[in-house]
């Protein structure tokens, strides 16, 4: 897979859809989702429209099962739409986050709700260009992108906690 990350690119267009009026808990997460998309709008290589659906664990947990086979919840799931090959905006695809298992994890990890969200936006954006941690390399790839992006959102290091505990 090829990926354009030098051309300066334009803040894809973000809808966010609230779908669960647990994320109303949270004011401001529009805007953070949406901050989230534009500091990481750089490694795309094309502009386009994608949306961030903020659910709950119910609704992602039958995402899940559905597309990927696993009847249980998870954090986020990306959607990827097909690159048209053109230069025009297109549709990059969706980013859906579960409130109650995002929630659990910040808790479980003592990172604020706000970073937690942060990350899982740029995780899954990046996994609308083409990112991908099925195999060491890639994931590496990715988490140093990741780490890298939410610097700049002055965000602490996600993976910190578990690297830690691996080189002890």
Same mark, same amino acid.
């Given at each position: 897979?090829?990926?354009? @990350? =030098?051309?300066? !690119?334009?803040?894809?267009?973000?809808?966010?859809?609230? /779908?669960?009026?647990?994320? #109303?808990? &949270?004011?401001?997460?529009?805007?953070? %989702?949406? /901050?989230?998309?534009?500091?990481?709008?750089?490694? %795309?290589?094309?502009? +386009?429209?994608? =949306?961030? @659906?903020?659910? $709950? $664990?119910?609704?992602?947990? !039958?995402?899940?099962?559905?597309?990927?086979?696993?009847?249980?919840?998870?954090?986020?799931? =990306?959607?990827?739409?097909?690159?048209?090959?053109?230069?025009?905006?297109?549709?990059? +695809?969706?980013? @859906?986050?579960?409130?109650?298992?995002? #929630?659990? *994890?910040?808790? !479980?990890?003592? #990172?604020?709700? $706000?970073?937690?969200?942060? &990350?899982? @936006?740029?995780?899954?954006?990046?996994?609308?260009?083409?990112? $991908? &941690?099925?195999?060491?390399?890639?994931?590496? *790839?990715?988490?140093?992108?990741?780490?890298?992006?939410? !610097?700049?959102?002055?965000?602490?290091?996600?993976?910190?906690?578990?690297?830690?505990?691996?080189?002890?």
């Amino acid at each position: 897979m090829t990926r354009c @990350v =030098s051309r300066p !690119a334009a803040t894809p267009t973000v809808d966010v859809i609230v /779908q669960s009026p647990r994320w #109303k808990k &949270h004011p401001g997460i529009t805007a953070l %989702a949406r /901050q989230a998309i534009a500091a990481a709008a750089p490694r %795309a290589a094309r502009r +386009g429209e994608l =949306s961030v @659906v903020l659910t $709950d $664990d119910e609704t992602i947990r !039958a995402l899940n099962h559905k597309w990927r086979g696993k009847n249980a919840p998870t954090n986020v799931l =990306s959607f990827p739409a097909p690159d048209t090959g053109t230069d025009n905006p297109s549709v990059l +695809g969706d980013i @859906v986050i579960a409130y109650e298992t995002t #929630k659990a *994890e910040s808790h !479980a990890e003592g #990172k604020t709700f $706000d970073h937690h969200l942060l &990350h899982l @936006v740029v995780h899954g954006f990046l996994h609308l260009l083409g990112y $991908d &941690h099925e195999s060491d390399t890639e994931a590496d *790839e990715m988490e140093h992108l990741e780490r890298e992006i939410l !610097a700049r959102l002055d965000v602490p290091d996600p993976y910190v906690a578990r690297d830690a505990g691996t080189h002890a």
